[in-house]
């Protein structure tokens, strides 16, 4: 009972990763259009944070925690959210919601090539085959002239690059770290951390900050999204992937998440979606196949 109990949660939290962090992109798009990137995380992150520490004082969960903890939560809250998810989010002012997520779709080739480098470990067949199938699909998509349009959008690019190598290399360090034991306690420590610093950013780069009732009806229904689906339900999921199921799999997230990302930029935002944009994306979920189905070592 008690294993299939644990795998129902793995499938529960690999839907949220994959479907409700591929609409993020597109909740993300709808509100830095008229916040500044850096106060939007800062509010986004700082309400979950305090909304995840209350759900855990209410199920009664041990808030005691060690400084060693305490010193990796809050490390791991800079490779994923403010480096990771915030600067992400700042280049999204010059980039389609769609392409970006495409972007992140490097992810699992970093975190393979960070566990052959750092850690020694080898890539098994599948994961080699997973990878090269996301590379192609990849290419695919960013091959399409008419995604890259500006300057800015090739600076976009460049910066969401080094976003995704620094989450990648989060994810690497949370699968080994010593983090608080329960991953509410965990996350909320994360996202308030997190919360904090991005204020200061922003009060550092002057952005304006306003209250929630000068908001459009379409950031605020999308924050709100981005705190509840976006915060407290996929990244706590994330979370607790990250510590039952191998790295390179949590990684996934990012080939699907394109597919999702596409859809809803295409449907809500008027963004294009080409043929070849759809067999790449194709071509992006077989490779999630074959990752996903390697054996765990």
């Known amino acids: 009972m008690k294993a299939t109990k ?3 949660l793995i499938v529960f939290a690999f839907i949220a990763i994959y479907v409700i962090w591929g609409s ?3 909740f993300n798009k709808v509100a830095v259009t008229e916040l500044p990137p850096f106060f939007l995380a800062s509010i986004r992150f700082s309400t979950a944070g305090v909304l995840m520490m209350l759900i855990a004082k209410i199920v009664g969960a041990n808030f005691k925690i060690s400084l060693n903890q305490f010193k990796n939560a809050t490390i791991a809250s800079f490779f994923f959210l403010i ?40 890539m098994q067949k599948k994961s080699i085959i997973g990878v090269t199938l996301g590379i192609l699909g990849m290419y695919l998509l960013i091959s399409q002239q008419e995604l890259v349009t500006s300057a800015q959008t090739a600076t976009g690019i460049l910066v969401m690059l080094g976003c995704v190598l620094g989450w990648s290399y989060g994810g690497v360090f949370v699968s080994k770290a ?9 996350t909320g420590i994360q996202m308030i951390v997190a919360g904090v610093f991005l204020a200061l950013i922003s009060l550092s780069f002057k952005e304006t900050w306003s209250l929630p009732t000068s908001w459009s009806s ?19 999921a994330f979370n607790y992937l990250l510590k039952v199921v191998s790295t390179e799999k949590v990684a996934t997230s990012a080939y699907v998440n394109p597919v999702i990302a596409l859809f809803m930029g295409w449907c809500f935002l ?3 979606i080409s043929m070849q944009s759809m067999v790449a994306s194709a071509i992006l979920l077989t490779g999630v196949y074959f990752i996903t189905s390697r054996k765990r070592r």
């Open 6 to 8: 644990t795998q129902i």
């Open 24 to 26: 993020t992109y597109l």
């Open 83 to 122: 480096l990771g998810n915030s600067v992400f989010v700042w280049a999204l002012q010059f980039v389609d919601s769609g392409f970006a997520a495409l972007i992140a779709s490097t992810q699992p080739l970093f975190v393979l090539l960070i566990l052959r480098f750092i850690d020694r470990k080898p």
């Open 178 to 186: 010593d983090l608080p034991k329960n991953f509410l306690v965990s």
């Open 218 to 236: 379409n950031v605020q229904i999308a924050m709100l999204l981005l705190i509840f689906l976006g915060g407290i339900v996929a990244f706590t």
């Open 270 to 272: 008027d963004e294009k």
